[in-house]
């Protein structure tokens, strides 16, 4: 008789994959970077919710962050594109193919310094996917330059202050199309799980704003993107509580404390009130809100801004339901009565 | 096939009226936004249905309405449908050039002129033809705001009459131009031009020798613009992701291609379209689309001019490193800069070849006809995805937005070439793929896309050092392996680019190389060459970029070979300086043209006789 007992069973997710099957290759970035908390996160959200790995296409443009796409969902096709020229490489390929689920990953300099028109523009179309920008107010890989999301009056580390207002990404994303806007911080594990499975399930550009400290260039006193800024000015607006559109949700919620939205893919995501009257339905309040944090010397985080009507980019482009990248020639060919015809006009 | 065969016009013999006969050109002079383009197309129009070789010319200004305007119309019994230096018939509508416009004319020169204008005064060589527009228009247009657009049509009446171009044609080129949804605006305009025409019989007599008459030599054949046959070929080799950006000569490929792609490219069963158009908001964007697209498995293209060129160069550098298929269409335009943007040339052929930084080459196609446009088109399609690459359809503006007599277009026999992708029943049966491994040594590696139901599907793609498996590397010998290897691809690619096409004159010692539009200058010069000064002379034209073992033997057979460029730099032969061995290059001459209007014969042939010693 045998005294080796059974493996304990694997665990799986709902497609019987294990969370290794949702991992990249090992991170060449700082121990201690936000960026490497934001993967694992990515990681955690896409293997719970069961996502089919090879439905999603990963984009990036150039930077710390941009390079963090090779370290999560290595059975996913990967694009790291030029510096602030992402949006453009997404679109495309989600024009080619409609099908797949779009993830950008991307930083602070490539969003809003070099990349904002790009950026801008991705927002006005409303694309339908997730661009994540990890924040931290810094060029880590030129070694330690302002980024244009510095704040005023932030230093770098050699005490060098910043002399110019940031641009909030956020409001720039409320204000001019993007139908899920949120920030987070990579230190707050729930919060931003949340916020990342909300986006998995919805149909529309979400803009996710994540404040990353850099652990080498800017995470000294004198730095608004610190670990320790994050501590003190951090102010949380709800408790967010996403619920798979496979999981039942049991819990009645009390009246006029919570919200509750359907997502398009019958998932949902609970929003408790924190301390202040908030309505993330309300696009201006939601810009209201980041302008009186901003004077206020907060940084507020939480899901902004939700509209689940709009219609995105491709619905507006009415695109054939299969991805045109893969249509037959006979539906890609008109036929040779089409080029008489044609002819035919032009003699 | 570009050559515009022909029979000539039967002259009587004995015959001694100095008549010219269906060779001579017309230049019209007016004021952009006047209407005058609509005149201009139904007299050119009128000519070819009569069965005569035409061409039209635009030479207009960047502006939206007020400025000089010309256009010239060529008929060529002979079928030479290049411009034509000398002008036999002017027509002079605007005040602002028309003294300018007689003082340039050859004597024994035909002038139609308003008559306010007093041009009679300038010359006494000339054949001067005053009609008072303003008089005639009043009557068939009582609307005053139309009269500016209508009194154009006259002009077309009065030039019918002199030439003798028979006035039916002219009524079923003035409909085909209005089509059915405007007879109203067709019935106004023909009484505009039934004006004129009696205006002509009852008070001139005709003394210039310039005359019409019918012939054979345009049965069958198109008229069509380069851009919409590029576009057409884009609609026939399946274009699925089409992104842009406005910028002239090259708007008109795509809004051609939009209006075909919405009559002929949407699912009768689903009633959605089979492609995506995005107007991007720059050419950097527009770039990354069609990189975005191709990557993703679609038949992307983008098209743009010059300054577009410019700014897509980082993008065609990740384009070529990371092996992602695109097609640009480059419609140039004269630069530097801004340049001359509503002028030709063939400005762009050496930043092209190795656009961006570090070392790179690019194919390019150089196609010389609307037809060419059609089917290297298409073949830019097969070929970008062949050898996953951006891959350049240079055209220019010459042959983008003017009005070219051509033969019908081919319906494509072969089917779409896809290229080295890998579907999911291949990785089952391979076990895997390595992205950038020269399996085959062609250079080429396999490629999965994204959405591939497999778990061996993917892999990442980046503008930084990679290995065969498109790992990061920063390794020495990964890196020379890989630059290595694609330059092995571009060989490759020497032996599948379209051939040039040759004409070897066993009697020549000297010899023309050059590509594009060129060829009906070039063509015309060689002509010009042996019957006015007894040179013999063989041409070739390049029909791709790399250059084939075709061109090098070409070389070899000559004593002399001019290298023509429509550019100040010599850019083509400066292409050739780049790879060709030095006792090659001790033959080669250049013949350079960059004033922005289409080459004509008469600037080759004077540069070559200069050139020649004679």
Redo the contacts between chains.
């Keep these: 008789m045998s005294t080796t007992l059974p493996p304990p069973p694997k665990k799986v997710n709902r497609l019987g994959l294990e969370v290794v099957n949702y991992k990249g290759g090992k991170t060449t970035l700082c121990a201690g970077c936000g960026h490497n908390s934001i993967s694992e996160r990515i990681v955690e959200c896409f293997y719970e919710l069961g996502v ?4 999603v ?1 990963k984009f990036s443009g150039i930077g710390c962050s941009s390079k963090s ?2 370290y999560f969902l ?9 510096h602030g ?1 992402m ?11 409609r ?2 689920l779009g993830l950008g990953v991307t930083g602070d300099g490539d969003t809003a310094s070099i990349g904002i ?2 950026f801008m ?1 991705l927002v006005r179309r409303n694309v339908p996917m997730i661009y994540v920008i990890e924040n931290n107010g810094v060029y880590g890989l030129t070694k330690g330059q302002f980024s244009a999301t510095a704040d005023l009056g932030s230093t770098l580390k050699g005490g060098t202050p910043n002399d110019l207002p940031p641009f909030d990404c956020c409001a720039l994303a409320l204000k001019w199309g993007a139908t899920f806007v949120a920030r987070s911080f990579s230190g707050d594990k729930k919060q931003l799980q949340a916020i990342i499975k909300t986006a998995i399930a919805h149909k529309g550009l979400s803009v996710i704003d994540v404040v990353s400290p850099c652990v080498t260039f800017n995470d000294h006193e004198g730095s608004t993107k610190s670990y320790g800024y994050m501590k003190e000015h951090e102010e949380v607006l709800q408790e967010l509580d996403f619920v798979p559109f496979f999981e039942d949700i049991a819990v009645d919620i009390p009246e006029g404390e919570s919200m509750n939205v359907r997502m398009h893919d019958g998932s949902h995501l609970r929003i408790r009130k924190l301390s202040r009257d908030f309505d993330p339905t309300d696009r201006l309040a939601a810009l209201a809100a980041l302008e009186a944090s901003e004077a206020a010397g907060e940084v507020l985080t939480g899901v902004l801004y939700l509209n689940t009507q709009k219609p995105d980019f491709l619905e507006l ?5 299969e ?5 037959p ?1 006979s ?4 036929p ?1 009565t ?2 008489d015809q ?2 035919e006009e ?2 | 096939m570009s050559t515009i065969e022909v029979s000539p016009a039967d002259t009587q013999p004995g015959q001694t009226s100095p008549s010219i006969v269906n060779d001579f050109s017309i230049q019209i002079g007016t004021v952009n936004g006047s209407g005058s383009q609509t005149a201009n197309t139904v007299l050119m129009r009128s000519l070819f249905q009569m069965g005569i070789p035409v061409s039209g010319k635009n030479m207009f200004p960047s502006n939206i309405a007020g400025l000089p305007t010309w256009f010239t119309i060529r008929a060529s019994k002979h079928g030479y449908i290049g411009r034509r230096k000398e002008i036999d018939f002017l027509i002079a509508m605007n005040a602002e050039t028309a003294r300018e416009d007689v003082m340039k004319l050859d004597g024994g020169a035909a002038v139609v002129y308003d008559e306010p204008l007093k041009l009679n005064e300038l010359r006494s060589d000339l054949h001067f033809y005053p009609v008072p527009f303003d008089k005639l228009v009043g009557p068939v247009c009582p609307e005053a705001k139309l009269r500016k657009l209508v009194r154009n049509m006259i002009y077309d009446g009065v030039v019918a009459q002199l030439l003798s171009i028979d006035m039916q044609e002219v009524h079923k080129a003035l409909v085909k131009q209005f089509g059915k949804r405007k007879a109203k605006a067709a019935d106004l305009n023909w009484g505009a031009v039934q004006a004129g025409f009696d205006f002509a019989a009852k008070t001139f007599t005709k003394s210039d020798p310039c005359t019409v008459e019918r012939m054979n030599g345009t049965a069958g054949k198109i008229i069509i613009d380069g851009n919409a046959a590029c576009a057409l070929g884009c609609m026939f080799a399946g274009v699925t992701v089409v992104t842009w950006y406005p910028i002239t000569p090259s708007s008109s490929l795509v809004e051609t291609l939009i209006g075909y792609m919405r009559r002929f490219r949407m699912d009768p069963e689903t009633g959605k379209a089979t492609y995506a158009i995005v107007q991007a908001e720059d050419e950097l964007a527009s770039i990354g689309m069609a990189l975005g697209a191709g990557w993703a498995g679609a038949r992307s293209m983008t098209a743009t001019a010059g300054p577009g060129i410019s700014l897509m160069s980082e993008f065609i550098g990740l384009g070529y490193y990371a092996e992602v298929p695109t097609v640009v269409f480059d419609v140039e335009r004269v630069g530097p800069s801004t340049g001359l943007p509503t002028r030709t040339q063939q400005g762009d052929l050496l930043t092209t070849a190795i656009l961006s930084h570090g070392d790179t080459r690019h194919p390019m196609l150089f196609p010389c006809s609307p037809e060419e446009c059609f089917t290297m088109s298409m073949e830019a399609f097969d070929f970008a995805e062949k050898f996953q690459t951006p891959v350049f359809v240079m055209t220019d503006l010459d042959l983008g937005m003017n009005n070219w007599m051509s033969d019908a277009f081919p319906y494509p026999e072969a089917p779409i070439n896809r290229g080295k992708v890998l579907t999911a029943q291949d990785l089952d049966r391979l076990g895997g793929f390595q992205r950038y491994k020269d399996i085959d040594g062609d250079g080429v590696g396999y490629r999965t896309l994204p959405g591939t139901k497999h778990q061996q599907a993917s892999y990442f793609t980046r503008g930084s050092g990679h290995n065969e498996k498109a790992q990061y590397t920063e390794r020495e010998d990964d890196y020379i392996h890989n630059m290595d290897r694609l330059s092995h691809k571009f060989e490759v690619m020497r032996k599948h680019v379209p051939e040039p096409m040759v004409h070897m004159n066993p009697k020549s010692k000297i010899g023309f190389i050059y590509c594009g539009t060129s060829d009906y200058a070039v063509r015309e010069s060689c002509d010009q060459l042996k019957t006015e000064h007894a040179i013999e002379t063989s041409y070739l034209r390049l029909k791709a970029y790399p250059f084939t073992e075709h061109m090098l033997d070409f070389i070899r057979h000559h004593d002399r070979v001019y290298v023509v460029d429509q550019n100040r730099d010599a850019q083509l032969l400066g292409l050739m300086r780049l790879e060709l061995d030095v006792e090659l290059l001790a033959k080669l001459r250049s013949v350079r043209y960059y004033g922005g209007l289409p080459l004509d014969a008469r600037t080759i042939t004077d540069e070559i006789v200069k050139q020649e010693g004679q």
């Excluded at chain 1, 482009?317 to 339901?321: M, P, R, Y």
């Design positions: 089919e790995p090879f439905s296409a796409p090779a290595g059975l996913s096709h990967g694009f790291n594109a030029v020229r949006p453009a490489i997404a679109t495309g390929a989600l024009l080619a193919n099908t797949l028109g790009q523009h482009l009415n695109l054939h339901e991805p045109v990248a893969t249509l020639e539906k890609v060919r008109p040779k089409v080029l044609v002819m032009l003699r």
